[in-house]
């Protein structure tokens, strides 16, 4: 049955697939968190300061990628996040 509860749930979540979160711009005086998953096809991380999106990425996985373990996948995703996001990840000066 489709009550008037379940149409109205449906257009709340529909509105929020719709529009995404809004990204935040980066504070940086303050600390990144790189947030990464891995699954058996694709990689996705989430860039964010004080749990505020700033960026994301997810990318499909590659015949050579996919034969990875799951623990292997989780680092691709790290070492992929570090990668595209090291000019906001160091600091200035060394």
């Not at 991380?45 to 996919?66: C, D, I």
């Amino acid at each position: 049955m489709w009550y008037v509860g379940t149409n109205q749930a449906f257009h709340k979540l529909k509105s929020i697939m719709v529009h995404p979160p809004m990204l935040a711009l980066p504070n940086f005086n303050k600390e990144f968190v790189v947030e990464t998953n891995a699954s058996g096809n694709g990689i996705r991380a989430v860039l964010m300061q004080e749990g505020r999106p700033l960026s994301y990425f997810n990318k499909a996985l590659g015949t050579k990628h996919l034969a990875l373990s799951v623990y292997e996948k989780e680092m691709l995703a790290m070492v992929t996040a570090i990668q595209k996001w090291r000019p906001n990840l160091l600091p200035d000066t060394l």
